[in-house]
């Protein structure tokens, strides 16, 4: 059974840094590219980033790009998401999803439940 | 960036009804069009790839159509955990991969 649990959201301030990880059991890590799409409060689906099967391709949303940085440690079954100079509109809930083909850039087919990011003063 | 746009916004069915959600895409993106359901406090969960295949688990009641840019989600007959918000995304043009606003189905 495929699992994703992401971890490290917190309350940060405007300006801040943050590192979102999500752990990842029951399928073949190093063979699927993996995704962070975010959801903010009462909002919709927003694609954040996606990362290559082996780390070598990496794609973000404009709305991050520059502040955001998307990596992967195959050894440790281990996605993460660096978040530098957040802003109060990155405040959301964090979903990392495993793409539904291997080794291919599809869509998420299996969803963690999500880590909180609230950006404040 | 492709646009999409799902209609209605909000849709009221009765259980045992026939519920018809529309997504449409501001250029094709041929069949590369996902459908997920989320229900409240719940993450997304794929219904819905190529257009027309159902994911894993998921039941026949949902079925869907379409390609290029008029796709369309129908599920046959509502039953009580049906009622959710559901997302279209396309991933053909990329980045960034985009979704719709969402269709909120609701017990009419």
């Known amino acids: 059974e495929v699992q994703l649990v992401e971890s490290g959201g917190v309350v940060v301030q405007p300006g801040g840094s943050l590192r979102l990880s999500c752990a990842a059991s029951?399928?073949?890590?190093?063979?699927?590219?993996m995704h962070w799409v975010r959801q903010a409060p009462g909002k919709g689906l927003e694609w954040v980033s996606l990362i290559s099967w082996d780390g070598d391709t990496t794609y973000y949303a404009d709305s991050v790009k520059g502040r955001f940085t998307i990596s992967r440690d195959n050894s440790k079954n281990s996605l993460y998401l660096q978040m530098n100079s957040l802003r109060t509109e990155d405040t959301a809930l964090y979903y990392c999803a495993k793409d539904m083909s291997s080794k291919g850039y599809c869509s998420g087919g299996d969803w963690g439940q999500g880590t909180l990011v609230t950006v404040s003063s | 960036e492709i646009v999409m746009m799902q209609s209605p916004a909000t849709l009221s069915v009765s259980p045992g009804e026939r519920a018809t959600l529309s997504c449409r895409a501001s250029q094709s993106v041929s069949s590369n069009l996902a459908w997920y359901q989320q229900k409240p406090g719940q993450a997304p969960r794929l219904l819905i790839y190529g257009a027309s295949t159902r994911a894993t688990g998921i039941p026949a009641r949902f079925s869907g159509s379409g390609s290029g840019t008029e796709f369309t989600l129908t599920i046959s007959s509502l039953q009580s955990e049906d009622f959710a918000v559901y997302y279209c995304q396309q991933y053909n043009n990329w980045p960034p991969y985009t979704f719709g606003q969402g269709t909120k189905l609701e017990i009419k």
């Open positions: 029951g399928f073949t890590f190093d063979d699927y590219t």
